[in-house]
Nanobody, 116 residues
Framework: VQLVESGGGLVQPGGSLRLSCAFS????????MRWYRQVPGKERELVAG????????NYVDSVKGRFTISRDNAKKMVLLQMNSLKPEDTAVYYC??????????WGQGTQVTVSS
């Protein structure tokens, strides 16, 4: 399994970004997909997750109503739409594929910076 994130960058407060995670490997549809973020000196934080068939999603409280996670199993991609961005959303964002045996596969991360 390989994951490649893209879509990060510099955005002003209140702006939007859409992160993408491209999955390479077999049976993407069986993985629970998650987005994490990490700030230097802090632990990695779970931001959002989506079940294998995309029926259920969950979010950390600080992004509810602003971020939306989605997946396209045919294209083997996971998206994170981020609206109303705040400076505290600044972090490196990582895509994670979690399988039924408890294994996790990670991408290399993409930097999101929210600043005026």
């Amino acid at each position: 399994v390989q994951l490649v994130e893209s879509g990060g960058g510099l955005v002003q407060p209140g702006g939007s970004l859409r992160l993408s995670c491209a999955f390479s490997g077999f049976t993407f549809s069986r993985y629970y997909m998650r987005w994490y973020r990490q700030v230097p000196g802090k632990e990695r934080e779970l931001v959002a997750g989506i079940t294998s068939v995309g029926g259920d999603t969950n979010y950390v409280d600080s992004v509810k109503g602003r971020f939306t996670i989605s997946r396209d199993n045919a294209k083997k991609m996971v998206l994170l739409q981020m609206n109303s961005l705040k400076p505290e959303d600044t972090a490196v964002y990582y895509c994670d594929a979690h399988d039924n045996w408890g294994l996790d596969y990670w991408g290399q991360g993409t930097q999101v910076t929210v600043s005026s």
